[in-house]
Structures are given as C-alpha cells and as structure tokens.
C-alpha cells in the first residue's frame, strides 16, 4: 500500500512538473517598425485560443516590441497606417488595416481590407509551426515573417518586400484621404466581388479557382505570400522548434538578412513538391484560406515533431520512475 502511495505521489509531481514546463514553453514574436513611419499593429488570436497581452500598439519608426505567445497560439498580425486620434470625440481610427475598435487596442476585431495578414498557428499538425503572409485580403504594407531558427524544409523567411500601392492597377488602388498616392490595394475579390475572384460558388474549389491576371499581380511581386485562396502550395511555411519569429513592417532595403537564409523571390516550392490539399470554403477570401489551412493542418500525414521536446521528455522520465517504483519490491 505505502508502494502504491509512493508512486502515485510521484506520479502527481511529475505530472505537475510537466505542465508546469509545458506551460513554460512558448515562442516569442518580435514586431520591428523599419518603416520611415509610424505603424500601428494589430493582432487577433484565433477563435479559442488566449490572446496575446496586447491587440494593439504604435511602433514608432526604427522602434519594435516584442509578445511572448502561449503553446499552440494562433492569430495574425497586420499593420494599420495613417491613424490619427478624432481630437472631440477621441476615436482612434486609421485610413489603412482598421479594425473598428475606436481604440488603439483592437480588442478582438481583425484587419479591415485591404491589408497584408502575417498569420500563424503554433505547433499545429505534426508539432509544427504553419505561418504565412497573405495579400487573399489585399495589401497595405511590405511584411515579412522570419523564424529565427528552427528546422524544416521550408523553414525560411516569407512575405511580401514589394512596394504594391505604387505598383497598383488602378481600379484597386486605395488613395490617402487627400486623393494623392496610393495607401492600399484591395484584392479583386473586395474589388469586383465575382465569384472567380473570391473562389465561391462554382469556384470554391482549388480546381476551379485558378489565379486571376490580378492575383498574378501580387504573385509576381511577392512570390511567397498568399495571392489568392488556393495559393497554399506556394505560401504556407512549416517550421520545428522555433523560439521566436521577427515580423517587420518595410522590410527593405535591408542588410540584417543572414546569408545562409533564401532571399524572398527564391521560390522553394519547386524543390518541395508535396500534395496540394485545401478545404473547401465560402465567404470572404480569408475565410476560405483558413479553412484551406485547416486542412492543410490536419490532413497530410508528415514528419514528427521536434517541438514535443520538453513535454516527452517530461512524459518519459514520469513512465520511467513509475516503471521503476513498481519493480523496485522485487529487486
Ligand atoms: C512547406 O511544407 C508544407 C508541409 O510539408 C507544404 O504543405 C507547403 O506546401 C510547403 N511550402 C512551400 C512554399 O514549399
């Protein structure tokens, strides 16, 4: 009987030191402002997942911030431009990538279109990290998403470097409120709202919706980002054992690039030629890539996690002391 309590004792505190470790664990996201001016981020965690300690802030030109995300933490990052704070009524509000709140904070609201997304969703199917940037929901501002570290195949920085509000076809441009350059361009689904652009209805397949001469416009521009819904094989980045992920809003020109990292513009896919899979979906662009993503998340069988670390070895030494304690009586 003491045997038994002994072990369970032992259990329960191995147990506890799992967790606590487990809960430990966790991935940083550093976002850099190397804009020459002021950007407001955003974020919006995923349905059911804690939030960050922040939903937004202002990062002063050459100033960054830096959120420490819980295990299994999803959402995306964006940045909103040309914010000003309503002097009576004191509503914070932004020409580019609002999102409503009339805070600085966003509280839970995402991204008005058009904006460039940074998405994530840590330690997903094979404890992997799925991350990409998307134009599906147009685009505002260069990004990109860099892990620092890790290991995988396409472990590697994506985004979208291009200057796209300069390079805009016109009828989606989005001018400032003076009328003058460009701020945004929307993506044609905002624009036009037909089916073949937004992949619904007829289209809500990755077979029937093909790129468009629009989504091609961002694609040649930004070869790693999302360009439309079913772009998964050529924008969705997997990575192992990341401890933290750079987002930086303008990110040239740029020096800091490590040499041995592929620049933007060295497409991997073709070295990658794995299954292309994408869930069906209906609404807007983003909803439908979430589901793709989904998709991607449970359906491909592949390669097993490095990311369990610390949990198994957690869960080993427990199995192993208690195997130990059983036995022990007999020895
Ligand atoms: C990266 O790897 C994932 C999982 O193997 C794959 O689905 C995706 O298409 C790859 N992405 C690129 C850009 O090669």
């Avoid at 550093?30 to 955003?42: A, R």
């Avoid at 980002?225 to 772009?231: I, L, M, Q, R, V």
């Amino acid at each position: 009987m003491a045997q038994r309590t002994t072990l369970f004792v032992n259990l329960f505190v191995l147990l506890t030191i799992q967790l606590f470790i487990s809960g430990v664990v966790s991935t940083s996201f550093t976002i850099l402002n190397n804009c020459d001016y002021t950007v407001w981020p955003g974020i919006l965690s995923n349905a059911g997942v804690s939030p960050l300690p922040t939903t937004g802030f202002v990062l002063q030109k050459g100033e960054s911030k830096t959120l420490t995300a819980p295990t299994s933490w999803g959402g995306r990052f964006w940045g909103r431009t040309h914010c000003t704070q309503d002097s009576t009524t004191g509503k914070f509000s932004c020409v580019t990538g609002d999102c409503g709140s009339g805070k600085v904070e966003c509280a839970g609201s995402g991204a008005t279109p058009p904006a460039t997304l940074a998405e994530i969703t840590l330690d997903g199917h094979g404890g992997l990290d799925f991350y990409d940037v998307s134009l599906v929901d147009g685009y505002n501002i260069p990004m990109m998403f860099t892990p620092q570290g890790g290991t995988g195949q396409n472990c590697t920085n994506t985004g979208c470097r291009a200057d796209l509000n300069d390079a805009c076809p016109s009828e989606l441009k989005v001018t400032g409120v003076d009328g003058g350059a460009g701020v945004a361009c929307r993506s044609a689904c905002e624009a036009f709202r037909e089916p073949q652009y937004c992949c619904s209805g007829a289209y809500g397949t990755p077979d029937t919706c093909k790129p468009s001469s629009y989504s091609e416009i961002f694609k040649n521009a930004c070869p790693r980002a999302y360009s439309y819904a079913y772009d998964d094989k050529s924008s969705t980045f997997t990575c192992a054992s990341v401890n933290s992920y750079t987002i930086t809003f303008c990110p040239s020109p740029t020096t800091s690039q490590k040499a041995s990292q592929p620049q933007e513009g060295q497409n991997t896919e073709n070295a990658n030629p794995s299954p292309h899979s994408a869930g069906a979906g209906s609404g807007t662009g983003t909803m439908i890539y979430e589901g793709a993503l989904d998709e991607e998340i449970n359906g491909s069988p592949s390669t097993r996690p490095h990311v369990l670390g610390f949990q198994g070895l957690a869960g080993l030494i427990s199995v192993t002391l208690a195997i130990w304690q059983l036995w022990k009586p007999f020895f």
